[in-house]
Nanobody
Framework: QVQLVESGGGLVQAGGSLRLSCAAS????????MGWHRQAPGKQRELVAQ??????????DSVKGRFTISRDNAKNTKNTVYLQMNSLQVDDTAVYYC??????????????WGQGTQVTVSS
């Protein structure tokens, strides 16, 4: 079993910044990618940003230039991913979910989601 613990959400005014973090632990052998998705009320969940094992990252067009995804490579926190969100807009309001993909110690496929953290941007 894999646990994803998210933190950093909250209420911020438009133009402000927030930093989300997600720490993965448990039955993990290797992580191939870590990412952030979001779901606004009445909308489908969408990919916001993703970082893969070689450090390459991708972003949705709506957040390019404003959000930065990164992964902690320190020994004790290497399964932690961050999302730095700058110049936040009202349309960024959503529940943000962390996602991890990789292999468990038994080499079975690993797909895990966090519980979600609310980000609310006020005008």
């Amino acid at each position: 079993q894999v646990q994803l613990v998210e933190s950093g959400g909250g209420l911020v005014q438009a133009g402000g910044s927030l930093r989300l973090s997600c720490a993965a632990s448990g039955n993990i052998f290797i992580i191939n990618s870590m990412g952030w998705h979001r779901q606004a009320p009445g909308k489908q969940r969408e990919l916001v940003a993703q970082i893969i094992s070689d450090g390459k990252s991708t972003y949705s067009d709506s957040v390019k230039g404003r959000f930065t995804i990164s992964r902690d490579n320190a020994k004790n926190t290497k399964n932690t991913v961050y999302l730095q969100m700058n110049s936040l807009q009202v349309d960024d309001t959503a529940v943000y979910y962390c996602n991890v993909e990789g292999l468990s110690r038994s080499l079975s496929a690993l797909h895990s989601w966090g519980q979600g953290t609310q980000v609310t941007v006020s005008s």
